[in-house]
């Protein structure tokens, strides 16, 4: 089973920027797509950004299009997401998932990391 595991998190003023980072190790690393999630106290969990690992194409939500970036690096079987322009309401636990059929379709992510917390405050 290929592991996951997230890193990068952590505190930062709005407005500020982060990069959370997902490698992954273990056998042969070939998903269908890569996802972010995150879930803050009391709400869904949300996707906010993946990627096919295949050619690259992207999905963000509209919360944080535009200000988000995710990206690949299939040498390193490790996926990015650059976070800018952070806000208070950007504050959760960011979770990366594997999934082997589908990009958008949350229930089709069946391989989870730990999560990482981010946190926007002044």
């Known amino acids: 089973q290929v592991q996951l595991v997230e890193s990068g998190g952590g505190l930062v003023q709005p407005g500020g920027s982060l990069r959370l980072s997902c490698a992954a190790s273990?056998?042969?690393?070939?998903?269908?797509?890569v996802g972010w999630f995150r879930q803050a106290p009391v709400k869904e969990r949300e996707l906010v950004a993946a990627?096919?690992?295949?050619?690259?194409?992207?999905y963000y939500s509209t919360s944080v299009k535009g200000r988000f970036t995710i990206s690949r690096d299939n040498a390193k079987n490790t996926v990015y997401l650059q976070m800018n322009s952070l806000k208070p309401e950007d504050t959760a636990v960011y979770y990366c998932?594997?999934?082997?059929?589908?990009?958008?379709?949350?229930?089709?992510?069946?391989?989870w990391g730990q999560g990482t917390q981010v946190t926007v405050s002044s």
């Open positions: 990627i096919r690992w295949s050619d690259g194409s992207t």
């Open positions: 998932a594997a999934s082997p059929r589908a990009m958008i379709i949350e229930n089709m992510y069946d391989n």
């Open positions: 273990g056998r042969t690393f070939s998903p269908y797509a």
